[in-house]
């Protein structure tokens, strides 16, 4: 019998099912509960193409006698256990039989969750072999109307199995076998072709069929070539509808034609959609680099990030004599960020206040004979009223030194006045004042190392740095100044060094702009430094040599990270502020 219907032969998305090795499995057990009972039969059929590769069938020790209404279910009996291998000795095989495979069980999270439980006691890593539930399959393919029942034994007897489960585990398992197959032959027409739109068919739990506009525009993806890269779906006048990426763009752009694709949102883009444009990149940093250029260029109505491309948000100070801090959408030098939100540059503003002696008031100051009236908070001792003509700009400059000390990362004096008061706070008890002046302090330690990495990277006029590509070969880039300037792959086998000097050769000039990220855009700069620091990239070239701030945010990593886990331990209200790691 094959599992799959002739539609399943096509270019499909995903793995396709016909390369799929599924490990049925079943278990028998002293009772329901995988924390006080015990494992006394495995059976295991390991098929792919329809076809058996391989059965394992053994009876297990317990441990423990088995309950006589369960013997009476099963037969199997305390007499038929002794001298039969204990569980440490059955898991290593079985296990070895789930790697790489799909575990098939019927009623799945029964059988995992024993299977998950003995790793447990006997120290063995699970292998997280993807899960596939057959009675949740047979609810998604077949209607109530048909099968009422989704039990074992009713399926098999619906299909006409070879096989009759008899609550012994081999021979269960060959019966799920047979119905697995079955329950294949029928999403055929549902137009699953692959694993992945197989489990999510089973995690929606709803039969679904392509819409019309779907399978009528499945021929957009057939000259789409399997590379990576970034693919435009456009509609009427050559809109631009939607911009993504894909490692392998054939199969992502055929997805959307797919019973898999059940998003409202994006079918009804589809049903738009007269052409498919592709841009084959050398590899995934260039692709997600085009696509967020490429989505700030045409505002893709579909894309969500078209809303804000590029939206970022700083905290800087403003131009005048007596300057303050405000939050701006467009950075500026001395400015600190990018933050995501305007609501987490806020909390950083608020806390930078605590620690640097700029005046809050927003009133602009006069840059001789100012005659304002003094606030409450001279009468505190936290402003000098110069907008009174009580301090002079001369007076005033070192507070804003201080703060362009801290964004340039000469100094972490004001981080170290934050956490001096957090420590008093704390030694007086007060401590819900201290755990608030504790996630402020962490929000403004990582605002001030961000802007340091980011703008170091920023600053430097080229770096070229070289990724394993997984397979012996190298993904290459050359950044300059913030900006992606050229990429492409040298291949195992090949010297990459000579490849390295043909793409600085034709590199994009890219010039320099007013701004602590030279003009580019914050998302793309967070992106670069992520792939220059991750996923074991090297350094080739860096002109001038790259370094990040001695005093700035980066020795304050570790502890605004441990102030952040605690306030999520404890359920803490903390600035809506991402972690530093950009």
Not at 109 to 122: I, K, Q, V, W
């Amino acid at each position: 019998m094959t599992p799959c219907s002739p539609q399943l032969t096509f270019d499909e998305l995903g793995t396709p099912l016909r390369d799929v090795t599924f490990c049925v499995v079943d278990l028998e057990t002293t009772g329901g509960s995988h924390r006080a009972d015990a494992i006394t039969e495995v059976g295991a059929v390991s098929v792919r193409g329809g076809e058996s590769i391989g059965e394992l069938s053994t009876l297990v020790d317990p441990g423990t006698r088995v309950p006589a209404d369960v013997t009476r279910l099963t037969g199997i009996t305390n007499g038929m256990l002794a001298g039969a291998p204990p569980l440490g000795a059955v898991l290593p095989p079985v296990l070895d039989l789930l790697r790489g495979s799909v575990l098939v069980a019927h009623n799945a999270p029964f059988d995992t969750g024993f299977l998950r439980a003995a790793c447990e006691r006997h120290e063995r890593p699970w292998p997280s072999p993807p899960v596939l539930c057959t009675a949740r399959l047979a609810r998604a393919v077949l209607p109530r109307s048909e099968c009422p029942s989704v039990r074992l034994g009713a399926l098999a007897a619906h299909f006409g199995c070879r096989t009759t489960p008899d609550h012994r585990a081999l021979t269960d398992a060959r019966a799920t076998v047979e119905v697995l197959h079955h329950l294949l032959e029928r999403i055929g027409n549902l137009g699953v072709q692959s694993l992945e739109e197989l489990l999510q068919l089973v995690k929606d739990r709803a039969p679904h069929r392509p819409t019309t506009a779907q399978r009528q525009r499945r021929h957009l993806a057939k000259r789409v070539p399997s590379e990576p890269g970034v693919y435009l779906f456009r509609g009427a006048g050559d809109e631009v509808l939607y911009v993504g990426t894909s490692g392998d763009l054939h199969r992502r752009v055929r997805s959307y034609f797919t019973a898999g694709e059940r998003r409202r949102r994006v079918r009804d883009m589809v049903a738009q959609a007269e052409r498919v444009n592709t841009v084959v990149c050398a590899h995934a940093l260039e692709a997600s680099v085009r696509e967020l250029r490429l989505i700030a260029a045409h505002r893709p109505r579909y894309n969500r990030r078209s809303r804000n491309p590029g939206r970022a948000w700083w905290v800087a100070p403003t131009a005048e004599t007596f300057p303050r801090l405000s939050v701006v959408a467009s950075p500026r030098e001395g400015a600190l960020g990018p933050f995501s939100s305007q609501r987490a540059a806020t909390a950083v503003l608020d806390a930078a206040l605590d620690a640097v002696p700029l005046r809050r008031c927003t009133i602009r100051i006069p840059a001789r004979n100012p005659s304002g009236t003094p606030c409450a908070l001279h009468e505190l001792g936290r402003c000098a009223a110069p907008c009174a003509g009580l301090q002079s700009a001369e007076d005033y400059a070192p507070a804003v030194e201080s703060w362009r000390e801290l964004v340039e990362g000469r100094s972490d004096a004001p981080l170290r006045a934050l956490a001096d008061g957090v420590d008093a706070r704390a030694a007086d008890g007060r401590y819900e004042a201290a755990a608030l002046a504790r996630d402020r302090l962490a929000a403004l330690a990582s605002g001030v190392d961000r802007a340091g990495t980011l703008a170091g990277l920023a600053g430097l006029d080229e770096v070229v740095g070289a990724r394993p590509d997984g397979s012996g070969g190298w993904q290459l880039a050359v950044l300059r100044h913030r900006r992606l300037a050229a990429a492409g792959n040298a291949p195992r086998g090949v010297r990459p060094m000579p490849v390295v000097e043909a793409l600085r050769d034709g590199a994009q000039t890219v010039l320099p702009e007013p701004g602590p990220l030279r003009g580019a855009p914050a998302e793309e700069v967070r992106l670069l430094y992520r792939w220059l620091t991750e996923g074991g990239t090297r350094l080739v070239y860096s002109t001038p040599s790259w370094a990040e701030p001695a005093r700035g945010g980066g020795p304050w990593r570790e502890w605004a990270d441990r102030a952040r886990d605690t306030a999520h331990r404890t359920g803490e209200q903390s600035p809506d502020e991402p972690s530093h790691r950009t």
